[in-house]
């Protein structure tokens, strides 16, 4: 195991005396990936491995092994990717238009995560964890983990969200949030509406520019609803262009392009901003 994908901790005056249990439980740790450390031998204290309850004192070295040896359901899949930004424990593309996050019945080997999978395993990790998931229709920044404890950081540490969004019509105000309640229409449909019964959701907008027919809107999300932006827009009398769910116009494709992520990495609390460009077809519907 190469130094820089380890994890060590020292020890300070205000730790000395705890268990490395509670130790791991203040960074954040989840309890489920405790166990599997504890069970795989992931955790030394000074380069020996100790039972969770032994104290640990000012100055002692904890170190991390995060990698689990743990056999993925995801087949590898080799395939072209636009990596814009890896580490030891993250890695972040910019993926295109029409293609599946996620394996699923309907598409089991040509999804972004198989190429991921094949990728990390070819540079010496067994496994990948999702951190946020894109639709098909959408393309952007999407973020994996390369380990549990990455993910679990991110879990509890959300990273910031931006998309681009094309919409129908011209949008009169520069600027709006949209505070309106979501809810899924009852089975089998996968549509979503704005009803009083549903869970809070908020979209806030801001309209870059504008033709006599479209508009262009960077959008910030508050909360993480499913479908959350295309329901507001549409709900508001703008619906993305090329939305078949919720709006009219046969377009080439969906517009809404997730451009902007930010987060803190957990090693170093420093900021990590992903930017995926937006699509030149954007402006160029805009414009015609």
């Not at 450390?37 to 991390?64: C, Q, S």
């Not at 995801?74 to 930004?85: E, G, H, N, S, T």
């Not at 009169?172 to 549903?198: F, M, Q, W």
């Amino acid at each position: 195991m190469e130094k820089e994908r380890l994890i060590n901790y020292t020890i300070s005056l205000n730790e000395d005396g705890m268990s490395i249990k509670n130790f791991l439980n203040s960074k954040e740790s989840s309890r489920h990936n405790l166990i599997k450390l504890r069970n795989n031998d992931k955790v030394t204290v000074n380069g020996k491995i100790h039972k969770f309850w032994t104290p640990v004192y000012e100055g002692d070295l904890i170190t991390i092994d995060p990698y689990l040896d743990e056999v993925s359901n995801v087949k590898p899949v080799k395939m072209d990717l636009d990596i814009l930004y890896e580490d030891s424990d993250y890695i972040a593309l910019n993926k295109d238009y029409n293609i599946a996050t996620h394996p699923t019945s309907g598409h089991m080997n040509n999804t972004i995560a198989n190429g991921v999978l094949y990728h990390l395993q070819a540079n010496g990790y067994k496994t990948l964890h999702p951190i946020n998931r894109l639709d098909k229709t959408t393309s952007g920044v999407i973020i994996f983990a390369k380990h549990p404890i990455a993910q679990h950081a991110l879990t509890l540490n959300r990273p910031y969200k931006e998309y681009i969004a094309l919409v129908e019509g011209i949008v009169e105000k520069d600027h709006e949030l949209i505070n309106l309640p979501i809810a899924k229409i009852d089975e089998p449909s996968i549509r979503r509406i704005v009803t009083l019964k549903g869970k809070e959701s908020r979209t806030e907008y801001f309209v870059l520019s504008r033709s006599d027919k479209y508009s262009l809107l960077r959008i910030t999300l508050h909360t993480g609803r499913t479908h959350q932006i295309r329901v507001h827009l549409s709900h508001i009398g703008h619906p993305l262009v090329g939305d078949f769910l919720y709006g009219k116009e046969n377009a080439p494709r969906l517009f809404l392009h997730s451009n902007v992520m930010i987060f803190k990495h957990f090693r170093n609390n420093k900021e990590v901003r992903v930017i995926a460009p937006q699509p030149p077809i954007f402006n160029s519907y805009l414009k015609s």
